[in-house]
């Protein structure tokens, strides 16, 4: 597991801040599973996020305040005759980190050229 | 956002909803549910429920969207997740350590508990196994009933361990193992002397003595258990505990 740098975030957690901004600009919000999908076809991967991975990185950038979460409406679930999920958002917060971070990674991210220069 | 914020019955809603199944759900669905029932069960009430709501919304979702060839990925997903559940799982305990009154150890408590469970398990497994094998080669000159007092014993130090990782009936996990406590240190070592000539020759050069410590052993094993019995139908659990504190502070 890579070791944190205080403040910044891991691989998971960018990804996860990454692919929520994406659900939620369509959807508006984005539950767990949608989110292990999502995560998947990004990285163009066939094996979804263990859940145990997954729910510990979403309670932690909770804690952090980078995502939000409320239970879906019960009435909801209950029509579609399903458990009710649990939505989250990125927070305003959490673009403003995601956004740091990326930029920090592309800046330290050494270009393939460099080697040949 | 078509959302509601978990209300004072909150928790009794998130259990109602994740016991909804898809019809495609399997024993793996049933396993990896259970495994999270156990991680979740002595924290609090609102945190264990809401992590098995939204685990039986995720494992719903994923038969949902792939039915029955969804079996591999869920276990595979529960089993990678695994060292992320119980580190998960020692954050929250600490969390609960940190805000329990003074006193409570609700961490140390249930650590002390669980060892001497295993080492009662161990016991009885041992003098079992040393039984069954002295019954199968035409060894075994001991009564019946010592043999089969030692199997009880052995089947209620398992049934007590179980009972023991389940918050709610850890005060009857304490009385189930004071009894196989009994039974295995009180008759077990009698089955064991039974199935070993050093043992008997040890036992019968100093009988008045090893009694005496048989009994000094029953005694300390059988108080010990009663008292965890008693520490848990006295006490709150820890979780509730802190979260009163919490709320009246």
Not at chain 1, 45 to 63: D, I, N, V
Not at chain 1, 88 to 106: C, L, P, S
Not at chain 2, 82 to 99: K, Q, T
Request: aromatic content about 8%.
């Amino acid at each position: 597991m890579p070791r944190r740098r205080e403040g910044r975030l891991v691989g998971l957690e960018v990804d996860i801040l990454g692919a929520g901004i994406e659900l939620q600009a369509g959807e508006g919000d984005f539950y767990g599973f949608a989110l292990a999908k999502r995560l998947a076809d990004r990285a163009g991967a066939t094996a979804l996020t263990a859940h145990g991975t997954l729910y510990k990185a979403l309670s932690r950038l909770a804690e952090r305040g980078l995502v939000e979460s409320e239970w879906e409406d019960p009435s909801i679930a209950a029509e579609e005759g399903r458990p009710r999920r649990r939505l989250y958002r990125v927070t305003g917060a959490g673009a403003v980190a995601y956004r740091a971070e990326t930029e920090q990674r592309a800046v330290l991210a050494p270009s393939p050229r460099s080697a040949f220069a | 956002m078509s959302a509601v914020t978990l209300g004072p019955d909150g928790e009794v809603e998130l259990e109602a909803s994740a016991r909804i199944r898809h019809r495609a759900a399997g024993r793996v669905d049933a396993a990896v549910l259970a495994w999270c029932q156990w991680y979740t069960a002595d924290l609090p009430d609102d945190v264990a429920a809401e992590r098995r709501a939204e685990l039986a919304s995720d494992l719903f979702e994923e038969r949902e969207y792939s039915g029955a060839r969804a079996t591999g990925s869920i276990l595979g997903r529960a089993v990678r997740g695994i060292p992320a559940d119980l580190a998960w799982r020692g954050a929250r305990l600490r969390r609960v350590a940190l805000g329990a009154p003074r006193g409570t150890f609700p961490l140390a408590m249930p650590a002390l508990a669980h060892l001497a469970a295993i080492a009662l398990v161990a016991w009885g497994g041992f003098i079992v196994w040393r039984v069954a094998r002295s019954v199968l080669i035409g060894d075994w000159h001991g009564a019946a009933d010592v043999a089969e007092l030692s199997v009880v014993g052995l089947v209620l130090a398992l049934a007590g361990s179980w009972l023991l990782m389940v918050a709610r009936r850890r005060a009857f996990a304490g009385l189930v193992l004071a009894i196989a406590a009994y039974l295995l240190i009180r008759f077990g070592t009698y089955a064991l002397m039974e199935t070993s000539v050093s043992f008997t020759a040890f036992f019968s050069t100093s009988t008045a003595q090893m009694v005496l410590l048989n009994r000094v052993a029953t005694g300390a094993a059988v108080l010990f258990f009663l008292s965890i019995a008693a520490w848990w139908t006295s006490a709150k659990p820890a979780a509730e505990s802190a979260a009163e504190s919490d709320g009246a502070s």
